[in-house]
């Protein structure tokens, strides 16, 4: 079963709260060439992406084995807020 767009952003926000928290926008694309989904943070003309492989990312949302996506998560959210500035308290 493949994942949707409403379904991955929403196993993206209940492991980082803190990306509505920061009010950083997100937008998901799945790339069918790469058989992947795309997860992008953004904030005015600042932006980092990350890819996961689908049958990863399924993995995860079933399994919720999740220890790659979150760390590629993290990396993303912090370079993200180092870069921008965004996340700053």
Known sequence: MRLNDSQIRQMVMDLYPEIE???IGMSTEFNEE???WIITLEDGSNSLSTHMDSSYV???FNEHNCVYFTNQMMNVIDNYCSESGTCSV
């Open 21 to 23: 928290r920061f009010n």
């Open 58 to 60: 399924s993995s995860c």
């Open 34 to 36: 790469q058989d992947a």
